[in-house]
């Protein structure tokens, strides 16, 4: 075991990318735990849970590369909204999960909000939708999802669309013609 270390195989240099949003330290100090450890007794799915808890993280790829480094991916989720609830915001993804790790107020110019119950499991089909057109958008500062089952629009001017249950491409079209 000693022998191992003092020949070098053991953690010099940590090589992380993917990352935007998830801290580096944050990453850099879970494996730091291991640096006096030979390389060959580290577990990397030990390494590779510890990275799973932080909410910014999708998915990691974690290699040990002989004698001394340790090489990770990050693939991070990527925020589409900020979700409001009665407790507080958090930044949504399109497929509604939260990421609880990410500072809103660095994001607030970014994103729209969205706000009512089961909005943020139903925030995908309303972005693609307009997301047809990015002048028209961009001008949302709000979505509310109504009673489950259907979108408002609320515009940086004040306007309020009040959308159909059914039929959203068709409605949406109307607006951007008007």
Known sequence: YQFFIN???RIENIV???THNLSKDYVEDIVKAYNNVNIFNIN??????????????????????LPNTIKIQILEKKPVAIWQNKKNNKLVTTNGDVIDHGNVHAFKNDF????????????????KIIGTNKNLSQNIWSLTFINQRRWDLHFNQGLVVRLPAENLSNAWNKIIKL
Do not use: H, M, R
């Open 7 to 9: 020949n070098g195989f």
């Open 16 to 18: 992380i990318t993917g």
């Open 44 to 65: 990397l799915s030990t390494i590779y849970n510890k990275i799973k808890q932080n909410s910014w993280v999708k998915e990691a790829y974690i290699e040990k590369v």
């Open 112 to 127: 729209p909000i969205i706000k009512g119950n089961k909005s943020k499991e139903n925030i995908s089909s309303i972005l």
